[in-house]
């Protein structure tokens, strides 16, 4: 079984050049596999400032730049991938968009069915949610952890566990087989700071 890793989400609004110092000491306390630029309802531009500011930040420290919602941005921006919900660009189109190369993710809430569909159809990974009540978004379903054992038992698709998840709380994912957890205040508010939660959740993870 492989390690769990972190999948980084950024908080719902920021300004991205202090943000960008945040990020750097939560990136070099400790190992993280991708950050996801979550920005909702914003104009593009706001987007493409926090793209640039973020993104070699995140790249030169070989962690993957993922662009939420947007894979006409991701593909425009040069990001490493895109991570769609289901009211998203439907997945086909979204790869046809980012091309081959890049990562596409798709949210597939409490339900098997969607999670089977994704992966078959080539997604790069699945994620599961909410698993925990969670501030940083309304959760449209809540998970139950067995989910991503019987996922880890029939697939080779990688999935990412969401919602809510924080050092207190993460084992039960992490034993259930989980390949990354998606983390957003559980970091970023974390008592000590970030960069602690990110040597927090890497200890856990061994």
């Given at each position: 079984m492989t390690d769990t890793r972190l999948y980084l989400i950024t908080p719902p609004k920021l300004d991205p050049k202090p943000f960008g110092e945040t990020l750097k000491s939560a990136l070099d306390a400790g190992d993280v596999a991708s950050l996801q630029l979550r920005l909702k309802d914003v104009p593009?531009?706001?987007i493409a400032r926090a793209v640039d500011v973020l993104m070699p930040i995140a790249q030169s420290r070989d962690v993957a730049f993922l662009l939420n919602d947007r894979p006409d941005l991701a593909a425009k921006f040069?990001?490493?991938?895109?991570?769609?919900g289901q009211e998203d660009t439907p997945y086909a189109e979204a790869r046809a968009i980012v091309g081959p190369e890049r990562i596409v993710g798709v949210t597939c809430h409490d339900s098997r069915h969607l999670?089977?569909?994704?992966?078959?159809?080539?997604?790069?990974?699945?994620?599961?949610g909410a698993f925990y009540p969670t501030t940083t978004k309304e959760p449209k379903t809540r998970c139950e952890i067995d989910v991503l054992s019987w996922w880890a038992e029939v697939m080779v698709v990688p999935c990412v566990a969401i919602g809510g998840i924080t050092v207190a709380n993460a084992l039960p994912l992490v034993q259930a087989g989980a390949d990354f957890l998606a983390v957003s205040s559980g970091v970023w508010d974390y008592t000590?700071?970030?960069?602690?939660?990110?040597k927090a959740f890497n200890k856990l993870f061994k």
């Open positions: 593009e531009e706001d040069g990001c490493d991938g895109v991570h769609i999670a089977m569909e994704a992966g078959e159809a080539g997604a790069d990974y699945v994620a599961f000590d700071g970030p960069a602690a939660a990110v």
